[in-house]
């Protein structure tokens, strides 16, 4: 008999449906609040609301969930409305169309990175698929783009995203021999306009700070080090058996060690958020995300992304790194076609509204 279908904005109901032990994990690890949004739909707009929506129903009474990280604060709200459209791959919004718009893009400086861009104060990375540049307008002291060899930002095979993040990782070293200091590293890939990229041609870019780790990373650490102290428990390996009981895990590619996990997030900054814990930025990570981005693109008709690695710094510092691994976190910016932003107030300055169910998400990644 066929398990039903779960769904996020029954979160509160499948916590409650877990085992004891993975109930009061689950529970220590996340507030989760429903709510009923209600209304009355005027004479006028039934059609237009029935043929929308599938029915008057659906809209009268909308369930919410908002569910909350404890350690972090960091949240999400999920209407089952939005959350209840199907994924179609179609949604990226004109194949064809951004095709066309990143073959008519190119010529730019990144086509040319060796004459067109300049280098940093301690020269270049150079890779099989990739080549290193400075950032023009810098972040931060130490600020380089990791040029990708191919124009088309969504021409990425495996062995291309491992070159990536290893000429990436090299860079660091680098920085560090040039400024001792500059001991945090952030590595950080924005596909295409929708995701913050202001250049088509494919490219990640990577800082090295110096002080301490940028502010969300640094809170982060001491949320799992507070964590630590009040449950005498690791909160990353908490958190990954929390979203693995409740079926959001994903597995690694064979062979990958025990400590390289994945799962699709209950507290996703976006839509579709994928988050990736390994021991280190190795092979084996790099390889999961690839495959990851892969079935992205090919199953959930993504075309636009950001992909974050928090890393923790190297050598090591004063504080205490120690229960932190390497993060790396995925998520969807919507199609290229659409030219309104989707983050507003809410996502700045409250809770991040998303319209992808966690749950579908998995079973579509799972695939």
Not at 121 to 128: D, E, I, L, N, P
Not at 172 to 192: G, V
């Amino acid at each position: 008999m066929s398990q039903p279908e779960r769904r996020i904005t029954d979160l509160d109901a499948l916590i409650e449906s877990l085992l004891p032990e993975e109930r009061e994990l689950a529970r220590r690890l996340f507030e989760v609040i429903p709510a009923t949004g209600r209304m009355e739909v005027p004479e006028g707009m039934r059609d237009w609301v029935e043929k929308t929506f599938g029915s008057l129903e659906a809209v009268r009474e909308q369930r919410i969930i908002r569910v909350t990280d404890r350690v972090t604060l960091e949240g999400t709200l999920f209407n089952e409305l939005r959350a209840s459209r199907p994924f179609d791959a179609s949604e990226a919004g004109g194949a064809s169309n951004l095709e066309d718009e990143i073959e008519n893009a190119k010529g730019d400086p990144f086509c040319r990175p060796e004459e067109a861009t300049p280098a940093d104060v301690f020269g270049r990375v150079r890779g099989k698929h990739c080549v290193t540049a400075s950032n023009v307008a810098k972040y931060d002291g130490f600020h380089g783009l990791i040029v990708f060899d191919d124009h088309d930002p969504l021409d990425f095979t495996p062995e291309k995203v491992d070159d990536y993040v290893s000429v990436a990782l090299e860079w660091l070293r680098e920085a560090r021999k040039a400024d001792p200091e500059a001991k945090y590293p952030f590595l950080m890939w924005n596909c295409l306009w929708r995701a913050g990229s202001s250049v088509v041609h494919g490219h990640a870019q990577v800082t090295a700070a110096r002080g301490s780790h940028y502010p969300k990373i640094e809170r982060l650490r001491r949320g799992a080090v507070a964590y630590a102290v009040e449950h005498g428990s690791d909160y990353f390996s908490d958190l990954y058996r929390a979203h693995e009981a409740l079926g959001l895990a994903i597995e690694p590619p064979p062979g990958s060690p025990q400590d390289v996990r994945g799962f699709v997030s209950l507290t996703p900054a976006k839509e579709k958020e994928v988050v990736l814990l390994g021991p280190d930025l190795g092979e084996h990570l790099r390889f999961f995300l690839a495959g990851i981005l892969s079935r992205y693109t090919r199953d959930l008709g993504v075309s636009s992304f950001n992909v974050a690695f928090y890393i923790p710094p190297d050598p090591p510092t004063g504080e205490d790194w120690s229960r932190f691994p390497v993060v790396v976190r995925v998520v969807d910016r919507g199609t290229p076609a659409n030219r309104t932003s989707d983050i507003g107030a809410m996502e700045l300055y409250a809770a991040p509204v998303v319209s992808s169910d966690p749950f579908r998400v998995a079973g579509l990644l799972k695939g």
